[in-house]
């Protein structure tokens, strides 16, 4: 077979590949320069996003905020839409 000297190799590639590669990705400067823009890019700045209530107070004012939504939104449609004529049941 190869002998020793390619299982010593191997090793080598085995344990200096992740090392190499902790180190390079790893790197501050390399985060700052390759994946920084492509986040403030990918994803929404955090003072846009949904923040939830975390408290019983603000949580029920929230619920009833979003029935009233609801409510508002049901009644407007069913004020939109033309009313629908009874059919006259039919025997079979």
Same mark, same amino acid.
């Given at each position: 077979?190869?002998?020793p =000297?390619l299982? +010593?190799f ?10 190499a590669m902790m180190? *390079?990705?790893? =790197?501050?400067? @390399?985060?700052?320069? *390759?994946?920084?823009?492509f986040?403030e890019s990918? @994803? %929404?700045k955090?003072e846009t996003? =949904?923040? %939830?209530? *975390? &408290?019983k ?14 409510l508002?939104?049901?009644?407007? *449609?069913?004020? &939109?839409t ?8 039919? +025997?079979?």
């Open positions: 077979m190869a002998g =000297n299982e +010593l191997k090793f080598g590639v085995y344990i200096f590949f992740p090392i180190f *390079h990705y790893g =790197n501050p400067e @390399w985060y700052e320069k *390759h994946v920084l823009p986040k990918f @994803w %929404p955090e996003t =949904n923040k %939830p209530p *975390h &408290d107070v603000s949580l029920q004012a929230e619920l009833a905020k979003l029935k009233a939504e609801r508002a939104r049901r009644q407007s *449609h069913l004020d &939109d033309p009313p629908v004529p009874a059919e006259t049941p039919r +025997l079979v």
